[in-house]
């Protein structure tokens, strides 16, 4: 838990133990990095206004060091371009400020529970298109054989999408399936989809498997020759 204010930091601590989890308090970017240089968490809750290096630095860094890393986000309800670069960045989820620690602590679950989930038997079938290879079982991910640096939203959201090739979705039915919410900011989508066709597509401006289906959503499209 990553964030100067002793108060919130203090019940989101209280609140992550009592629903089971150790929580680590540091109150400022610098000190996040180094206690990431002696202990890799599970997941690390991160505010965007921070002394010494803001939030957005402290979650580049964190990518550059683990991709598959997740992040959760506090960000101010009046600034939706902070949240939306902290997305951009690798963000795996956000909430915003003021918030219920409740709230939180369900979407730390959510994305915890992502990350190791046992996979059903059907889920540990491999998924290939063309030079995209996704292992849902290993959580991993390659192109050309070459393992991609994804992260924990963007695996879900390349597994979900190849596992329904061919279909059409919109960004509230994506928002439900892959991240489990039932409402939120649909822009969260569109930036993980920007992102995960920068890491897989040849040419991210001409995407040819993750597609726009105008006035709909995104559909994923098996390269020609082999569906």
């Not at 100067?4 to 019940?11: I, R």
Request: proline share 6%.
């Amino acid at each position: 838990m990553v964030d100067d204010d002793e108060t919130v930091a203090s019940v989101v601590v209280s609140y992550l133990e009592r629903a089971g989890h150790t929580a680590v308090h540091v109150a400022d970017g610098f000190a996040a990095l180094d206690a990431l240089a002696d202990q890799r968490p599970d997941l690390v809750v991160l505010d965007l206004m921070l002394p010494g290096i803001d939030g957005l630095e402290v979650c580049r860094r964190l990518r550059e060091k683990w991709p598959d890393l997740p992040v959760v986000m506090l960000t101010a309800l009046a600034e939706p371009d902070d949240r939306i670069a902290g997305l951009e960045l690798g963000a795996d989820d956000y909430v915003t400020k003021p918030f219920s620690p409740r709230e939180l602590v369900l979407r730390v679950e959510s994305v915890l529970r992502r990350v190791t989930a046992v996979q059903s038997p059907a889920a540990k079938k491999i998924l290939t298109a063309g030079a995209i290879t996704v292992d849902p079982a290993a959580r991993r991910a390659t192109k050309d054989g070459v393992e991609l640096a994804l992260t924990v939203r963007e695996l879900d959201l390349l597994t979900f999408l190849m596992s329904h090739p061919g279909e059409a979705f919109n960004r509230e039915q994506l928002m439900r399936e892959v991240w489990g919410w039932t409402f939120g900011d649909q822009s969260t989508v569109t930036v993980h989809v920007r992102r995960l066709r920068e890491k897989v597509e040849k040419d991210p401006t001409n995407p040819m498997l993750i597609q726009t289906v105008w006035g709909i959503g995104y559909r994923f499209e098996i390269p020609a020759g082999e569906g």
